[in-house]
């Protein structure tokens, strides 16, 4: 007899002949749920994730089993597409925004409204977000397009500055929960379920009197870019004066003079350093 073929969408239910359940994914949603990654065979067309035993598997076209054993061959497939809304299957995705191409009473042709609740049918509930205005307005800003009002615009990556401070050469990290722990990648996946950042800086420090303290400004700081200065009067009743870079004068022989710090209390602690000498 024919074997029947299975060819699973993603999200899909796979049930196996022995009676394992998995959820069909892509390879990088079964890393980011198992936490590493993982090595499928070559001719694999077929990628899953065991949601209890936070396993894997894998299956070629049409649900055979990858290896000799029928036990994990596909048996039958459960369709999730059955079980969504109109706008999930049209695509939609809450919080995304859209642009709305005919007019109504409460919205407007090339407005731009955001997708804020899915109640099941084929007129959700959408906010205006920018455009032209409505006729008529809403005290919150909400109101219910149908579906086929709206289409979908070219949405910024959610790492988009991320990916071009990478490519401008920045050190990438991303947050490990196998390790829980922040590491270096070379070649970020820009998953939009992995934490990204990029690498902080080690601290610098100087040696002032034989007192280490965190190195000030080498380079000058931006317009309107708040700095400390340490404040060595002998009355004076704080540490440290808080300054903004406006390029003035000022701000430059501070800047020259190694006196413009990053926090106030790396100005206290450099304060300290130069008088360490003069105390009794």
């Given at each position: 007899?024919?074997?029947?073929?299975?060819?699973?969408?993603?999200?899909?239910?796979?049930?196996?002949?022995?009676?394992?359940?998995?959820?069909?994914?892509?390879?990088?949603?079964?890393?980011?749920?198992?936490?590493?990654?993982?090595?499928?065979?070559?001719?694999?067309?077929?990628?899953?994730?065991?949601?209890?035993?936070?396993?894997?598997?894998?299956?070629?076209?049409?649900?055979?089993?990858?290896?000799?054993?029928?036990?994990?061959?596909?048996?039958?497939?459960?369709?999730?597409?059955?079980?969504?809304?109109?706008?999930?299957?049209?695509?939609?995705?809450?919080?995304?925004?859209?642009?709305?191409?005919?007019?109504?009473?409460?919205?407007?042709?090339?407005?731009?409204?955001?997708?804020?609740?899915?109640?099941?049918?084929?007129?959700?509930?959408?906010?205006?977000?920018?455009?032209?205005?409505?006729?008529?307005?809403?005290?919150?800003?909400?109101?219910?397009?149908?579906?086929?009002?709206?289409?979908?615009?070219?949405?910024?990556?959610?790492?988009?500055?991320?990916?071009?401070?990478?490519?401008?050469?920045?050190?990438?990290?991303?947050?490990?929960?196998?390790?829980?722990?922040?590491?270096?990648?070379?070649?970020?996946?820009?998953?939009?379920?992995t934490q990204y950042r990029i690498k902080p800086e080690e601290?610098?420090?100087?040696?002032?009197?034989?007192?280490?303290?965190?190195?000030?400004?080498?380079?000058?700081?931006?317009?309107?870019?708040?700095?400390?200065?340490?404040?060595?009067?002998?009355?004076?009743?704080?540490?440290?004066?808080?300054?903004?870079?406006?390029?003035?004068?000022?701000?430059?022989?501070?800047?020259?003079?190694?006196?413009?710090?990053?926090?106030?209390?790396?100005?206290?602690?450099?304060?300290?350093?130069?008088?360490?000498?003069?105390?009794?």
């Open positions: 007899m024919q074997r029947k073929e299975f060819n699973p969408k993603l999200g899909d239910i796979i049930i196996c002949n022995n009676g394992q359940q998995y959820i069909c994914a892509t390879k990088q949603v079964i890393e980011n749920v198992l936490g590493h990654s993982i090595s499928p065979m070559r001719d694999s067309v077929i990628y899953a994730y065991h949601s209890n035993k936070k396993s894997w598997s894998e299956w070629k076209e049409g649900g055979a089993c990858i290896t000799d054993s029928t036990e994990y061959t596909i048996k039958e497939v459960i369709s999730m597409q059955e079980n969504q809304t109109p706008a999930q299957k049209a695509g939609f995705v809450i919080g995304r925004h859209y642009e709305c191409i005919e007019s109504g009473t409460y919205f407007t042709k090339s407005a731009i409204y955001e997708f804020v609740r899915d109640d099941g049918t084929y007129c959700p509930m959408f906010k205006y977000i920018r455009g032209p205005v409505a006729q008529e307005t809403t005290h919150n800003g909400c109101m219910y397009i149908e579906l086929h009002k709206l289409k979908a615009i070219k949405q910024p990556h959610k790492h988009a500055e991320l990916i071009k401070a990478w490519a401008d050469g920045a050190v990438i990290q991303c947050f490990s929960t196998a390790y829980n722990q922040w590491l270096d990648i070379d070649t970020p996946s820009w998953d939009n379920d601290p610098k420090y100087i040696d002032v009197n034989g007192v280490k303290v965190p190195e000030p400004y080498r380079v000058k700081p931006g317009h309107g870019i708040t700095y400390y200065v340490p404040i060595t009067a002998a009355r004076a009743t704080k540490p440290a004066e808080t300054w903004r870079w406006t390029d003035h004068d000022l701000d430059l022989i501070n800047f020259q003079n190694g006196q413009c710090f990053k926090t106030a209390e790396d100005a206290a602690l450099a304060r300290d350093a130069m008088l360490k000498p003069f105390k009794v």
